[in-house]
C-alpha cells in the first residue's frame, strides 16, 4: 500500500503532542509515519490480520497521479490511502472504500492581511475617490463664489491692482479651512459669503465626524478580520485570480477550473501553498478543511487562518482498484470502526488537536487581549501626504523669492569669478 506525506498523515517526528506515539515503519528504514492514517492502518490489521508494506509517495507526486497508480492498466500499488477525496472523476478509473473521514473545502490566508491589502494610503479607504474628488470640487466651487460675493470688497480693502487669480485661490483656501473647521483670517462682509461660510462649516463637521468615525473602523476591521469572509468573495474577484494559488492536479483544482477561473497561481504540493503565503506569493488558497485546520492549529499559530464556512461537502477514502476482492471486507470494517466511534476518536485525537496556545488566536483581537496598534505602513500616508505639502510650500516660498534669490546668486558669482581667475594667473 502507499500513504502520502503531504497532509497531517505524516507529521514531523519527535514533536511533542500530549499521548503516546506509535509510528509505523516503511519500505525506508529512517522513515515513520503516524497519524490519522498510520493509526487507521493499525486498527484494520487488528481486525482484517492482513500483511502489508508501506510505501511513502514522494511528495511531488500529485493526487491524480496517486489515483492513477491503483488504476488496472497502470497497477503500482494495491491500494492507496491519504487525504484524497471521492469525486465522480476519479470513480471512472478505481474505486473507493467506504469514506473514514468526512469533510469539506475552506479557505487559508495570512493571519494579518493588512500588510498586503492595506496600502500606504490606507487612511485615505473612508471615503472613495469619487467623494474626495466631490470635496475637492466644492472647495473649488466655493472659493469661486465667495470671490464673487466679495470681490468688490478685496478691491476696496486692498486698494491696490491685485490678480482675480489669487482672490479666487484666496477664497478656495477659505473654503477649505471653513470645511475643516478651521479660523480663518479672512473678513466676509455680504451676508451671502457668511451663508456660505455657515454651509460649509456644517459639511465640515459632517465629513469630519463620517471620516474619523470609519477611518478608526476600517483600520480596526482590517486588523481582526482577513481579507476574505469567504468563497463568495473569491468567485467576485475580491482577490485577484493570479494571487490564489491551487494545488495542481487534485480535486481542489478541478472544482476551482470548474466553478471560478481556470486563471490562479499552480502549487505543486500543500507544502509550498504555506511558504507562498508566509512569502505574499499568494494571498489566498483552497484546500480540505481538516488539512488546513490541522495546519494552523499545530505548524502557523500567528502566521495564518482558515477563514468562510466550509464548501463542497466530500468525503476522504481508500483508493483500491476496481472490483477489489477484498472491497467488502473492508467496507465492513470501517463501517464498524464508525459504529464503535472508533474513527471519531482518532479524529478528535489527530485531526482536531491543537499545539498551538489559545492566545495565538486571532479572535484575541476583537477581545481586547492584544493591542490593535497601528504601524507606519499603515498610517505613514498622513505623513507623507505632509511631506509633499510642504514640499509644495518650499515650492511656493522659492517662487515668491525667486527674483532676490536670482539677484544673490548673480551677486555671489561676480565675487567669486575675479578671485578664481587671479589664482589661474598665478599657476
Known sequence: ??????????????????????????????????????????????????????????????????????ASDNRQYDIVLSDIRITSGRLLTVDFSTPFHENTFRIITRQHPYSSSLSLFSCFNPFTWDVWVAIFAIMIYSGIIIYFFEYK?????????????KDMIIGIYHALTSILIMSGDIRLATASSRLTVLGLYALGVILVATYTANLSSFLTLNRVQPSISGIDDIKNGR?????????????????????????????STAEEMYSKLLDHTIDASIWDSSVIEYAVNNYFCDELTVTGVGFVK????IVLPKNWIYKRDLDVHILALRESERLESLEKMWVKYRGCPSSSSSSNYADGSKTATFSLDILGGLFL???????IAFGFHIWHCRVVIITTFYQSRKRITPSIIQKIMKY
Open 1 to 70: 500500500m502507499s500513504t502520502q506525506g503531504q497532509s497531517w498523515n505524516s507529521i514531523k517526528y519527535g514533536e511533542q503532542f500530549g499521548f503516546l506515539i506509535n509510528p509505523l515503519k516503511t519500505k525506508k528504514p529512517n522513515v515513520f509515519i503516524y497519524g490519522l492514517v498510520a493509526d487507521l492502518i493499525r486498527e484494520l490489521q487488528q481486525k482484517m490480520h492482513f500483511n502489508y508494506t508501506i510505501d511513502v509517495a514522494d511528495l511531488s507526486t500529485s493526487y491524480h497521479s496517486l489515483v492513477a497508480s491503483v
Open 153 to 165: 470688497n478685496i478691491k476696496i480693502e486692498n486698494r491696490q491692482s491685485q490678480s482675480d487669480l
Open 239 to 267: 482577490i485577484p485570480f493570479s494571487r490564489i494559488g491551487i494545488v495542481t492536479n487534485s480535486a481542489a483544482s478541478d472544482y476551482y477550473i470548474q466553478n471560478i477561473s481556470s486563471k490562479y497561481y499552480p502549487l
Open 314 to 317: 466530500s468525503s476522504f477514502g
Open 385 to 391: 501626504t505632509f511631506l509633499i505639502i510642504t514640499v
